[in-house]
């Protein structure tokens, strides 16, 4: 079980939102690139990337904060990147500047051909990023949900060889309510495709529960206020995710 923390960029600063509105930014960091320098250090072993403007824009906005975290982190873990990303030529100018996975979230609802046709020409490297508000898919930063069912379009792209599914539930992100567990088993059992968990860890007790449904699917778990404002500490929380993994490994 992967816990893997975020660095969500506006303006080229490390920040984090409540619910996804821009308007809301807690400013935690001026340096992304030093920030993701303290999570290696800290014993990350992936970090999600997410470009605010770029979702909101439709096209990269925070290229440069990418490229110096990219360089700052080197070859010591993957690091994987959503926001604004809708075409083909984007996915492959950010993976040849070294980001190991592309995390493609409004486009994939609304232009499957494009997602299916990402898959097609860089397998191994696509992620969907599924964001759902009582069970139904919401796109463009979070502010339209559609009448598309999670489970039903995360089999649909799973068919189109996506490497992973990251699910988010909007009503609980960045408001340290605790992880929707429940969404995201029943999410995980439908698929083949590992479940990346995102939205609302909060603390030790998060992590246990998640780690109990591991084997239902669920990879790891994308955390950021509670990494922020110190009620997560993230190498306490790898060791227990890694000790209870281990232990149902063996068990």
């Not at 939102?17 to 001026?30: I, N, P, R």
């Not at 990147?81 to 950010?94: A, F, N, S, V």
């Not at 696509?126 to 089999?155: F, Q």
């Amino acid at each position: 079980m992967l816990i893997i923390p975020a660095i969500d960029l506006k303006d080229g600063h490390c920040v984090r939102l409540k619910q996804g509105v821009m308007e809301d930014a807690t400013t935690f960091s001026e340096d992304p690139a030093a920030m993701a320098r303290h999570w290696v250090a800290q014993g990350a072993r992936r970090l999600h990337l997410v470009d605010l403007n770029g979702a909101f824009a439709g096209r990269p906005k925070n290229e440069k904060a990418i490229l110096e975290i990219v360089a700052a982190v080197g070859d010591a873990i993957p690091v994987q990147l959503g926001g604004g990303i809708r075409d083909l030529d984007t996915i492959e100018r950010y993976l040849d500047d070294g980001i190991g996975y592309v995390v493609i979230g409004t486009a994939a609802v609304k232009t499957p051909g494009f997602l299916h046709d990402a898959c097609s020409a860089f397998p191994g490297h696509i992620m969907v990023g599924l964001d759902s508000k009582d069970g139904k898919v919401a796109v463009d930063g979070w502010s339209k949900v559609t009448g598309h069912d999670v489970v039903d379009l995360a089999r649909k792209f799973q068919d189109y060889g996506v490497e992973a599914i990251i699910h988010t539930d909007i009503g609980r992100d960045g408001m340290l309510t605790g992880i929707n567990i429940e969404a995201t088993v029943a999410l995980a059992r439908e698929l083949t495709v590992p479940v990346i968990a995102s939205g609302g860890i909060a603390s030790l007790e998060d992590v246990r529960r998640l780690c109990a449904v591991q084997s239902e699917g669920i990879m790891g778990a994308i955390t950021g206020r509670a990494l922020y404002q110190g009620v997560l500490d993230l190498q306490e929380a790898q060791r227990l995710a890694d000790q209870l993994s281990g232990a149902r490994a063996t068990g």
